[in-house]
DNA sequence: AACACGATGGCAACTGCTTGCCGCCCTCCG
DNA sequence: CGGAGGGCGGCAAGCAGTTGCCATCGTGTT
């Protein structure tokens, strides 16, 4: 009934219970005979070591939670993915957790695990930079979209990416375009605005901001008709789901995309191909994110020379998925 | 820096650690006043139990894990939702596992956490019954959209729907109607097949089954191919990931949707209200599934009273939800 | 007044594994 | 041939709680 432990294992091997420990955990400690003996008796007694027993000690639980500010959006599926996948090569657990846009729940879920696992992925985390930086201080942290100071991070290029989706814009007769903008505690949202901002400044074409929308497709009502008031031809959601809702919105004022007005978004869901018009969004790859925040996670995780990363910024390429909710620039009248 | 232990309280508190465990643990056993010291003394020093040295002599860990045959699909992503509230409100942690739609893997990850997790909850297993079986003799075990006699479950009703669907698609005129069925090892495509058959039987439609397919966008032009050449006027895919991809497909070869062919799926996902012709699709309230099977397996885990619930099996109403890709039969001639 | 019993707190063994330290033995070197 | 040092196995003390059992005390019972 109850599974065997290492007392059964080294009774039976003839060893102490040091050396099929070690066996297991600190290989090359033991000699090779000794080692196969070992292993070769416990997979007889299938022997499976005591996770807790082990976490008690060795403080190494092999297990990461991640942190998603919203796990209704689908955007977050895809870094999941790749976390998930990469966590399980390395025979980690993946704890996933939902922070509900909320910085007091995300709080407490980051404290309530703190004991239970070896570090947190952060995705789009909605907490103040100092907060963050003091969670860091007592445990291993990679955040995923938001940089902070001294925190390895792992985030999708915005700079370049926005500058591109100006610039697509720009190209199109696109003069003045609203940004939609996200949550106010979104970190991303200030670094698209940011982006979009300084890339329409450079372009010459002008750029306001609205907001801040919560990014749900039910919202995208609200956004569609605050854009609308200010004359801008191209609208840029600050995500997908923003975006889809106010494409549903302007199908029902009758105002035609991209003929009248162009609209973008950001992530590129399942969702962004196949809506109507499909949409024009700035993307990238999500998986590879998760896969490379864990990476980095592993290895800030690691008591041993974590020195190397500690604390490295990646940047990956983001990708504009170009389709069909922009278009030219309506000619001689706004869309107001 | 190292956190407090129930030593540092019972000394500031002045009492035994035995006390200080009991007043967490088993409150009652513990005077009030004692209980207050205590629980203030704690208070005050910052003190959280250590999980894993709480695990490792109750064996109880707080956890639960719970197992997606593909966590590529969104359909899932619903239920993980509704799981992972429910779970937090009881205080729990949801481990997320990806099984791959790999029978192995799905063995193996169980394995692999049995020790550390109260229980599971098996999304849509591609294990065979005896499998299970064996599973849930040595833990606890709850299935979602999957029944395996003696082991409580929570499904989406398929019989009724189905019959919804097939009736549905009758009274369009359709007279023959092909199932795209899903992977071999799915319960659920074996359920919804005899539900399907069953329905048209009476009903007085044909139906064929068509595949198995891998439920996913991109096999949804294979399944369309040979849904074809049966001259069936209406396709029933096995979810929404492969209907989508049989819209794509037909749309390729020019087939028009709902006229020459009418096509549904199941699960609802978000993309099928959005995709062209948006999806008539058998739906139903998935977060709730979520939450119910965690209630269940919270009290499949409690070691305390069991009986009652031992092997419920759940069944919720799901539902039919029409849209755009279900038409009248196309009158004098067949869609292939 | 003697006795029983329930409520409460403490003792200490126990969970299963890790790891610092010790000692043995064999090899290599001077 | 003696000494040094490295490789390897074992001892035992943790790690941070839980829990069975016992002792004590106050109260109710006869």
């Known amino acids: 009934m109850t599974s065997p432990t290492i007392y ?11 050396t099929v420990s070690r066996a297991f955990s600190n290989p090359q400690r033991v000699s090779a005979p000794t080692r ?14 005591n996770p807790h027993a082990r976490a008690l000690t060795s403080r190494r639980t092999d297990t990461l939670a991640m942190v998603v500010s919203d796990i209704k959006n689908p955007h977050f599926y895809e870094i999941i993915r790749g976390a998930e996948l990469r966590a399980k090569a390395s025979a980690r657990t993946l704890v996933l957790v939902n922070a509900e846009e909320s910085p007091r729940i995300e709080r407490e879920q980051i404290s309530r695990l703190s004991r239970s696992v070896d570090g ?14 003091e969670f860091a201080a007592t445990q291993a942290v990679v955040m995923v979209n938001r940089q902070v100071h001294g925190i390895p991070s792992v985030v999708l290029d915005q700079r370049e990416g926005c500058r591109q989706l100006v610039t697509h814009l720009a190209s199109l007769g696109h003069t003045s375009v609203a940004y939609l903008s996200g949550p106010q505690k979104s970190w991303m949202a200030g670094a698209r605005w940011a982006a979009i901002r300084d890339a329409a400044a450079e372009i010459g074409v002008s750029a306001v901001r609205m907001g801040p929308f919560t990014p749900r497709v039910e919202h995208g009502a609200a956004a569609a008709d605050a854009a609308l008031t200010t004359g801008a031809t191209a609208l840029i959601a600050h995500n997908d789901l923003l975006a889809i809702g106010v494409l549903l919105r302007l199908a029902d004022r009758s105002i035609r995309v991209p003929r009248d007005i162009s609209v ?28 490379a925040a864990v990476e980095l996670l592993l290895d800030a995780a690691d008591p041993t020379g974590r020195a190397g990363t500690a604390s490295l910024q990646l940047v990956q390429p ?4 170009l389709r069909d909710s922009t278009g030219p620039a309506p000619v001689g009248r706004s869309a107001g």
């Open 8 to 18: 059964d294992v080294a009774r039976a091997a003839g060893v102490a219970t040091s």
């Open 36 to 49: 196969e003996l070992v292993l070769r008796v416990a997979k007889e007694l299938g022997y499976e070591a």
């Open 120 to 133: 947190f992925l952060l995705t789009a985390s909605r907490l103040p930079d100092e907060d963050l930086l």
């Open 264 to 291: 973008t978004g950001f992530d590129d869901i399942f969702a962004s191909a196949l809506c109507t018009p499909s949409l024009t969004t700035l993307g990238g790859t999500h998986a590879n994110l998760g896969r």
């Open 318 to 321: 983001s990708q504009l998925v």
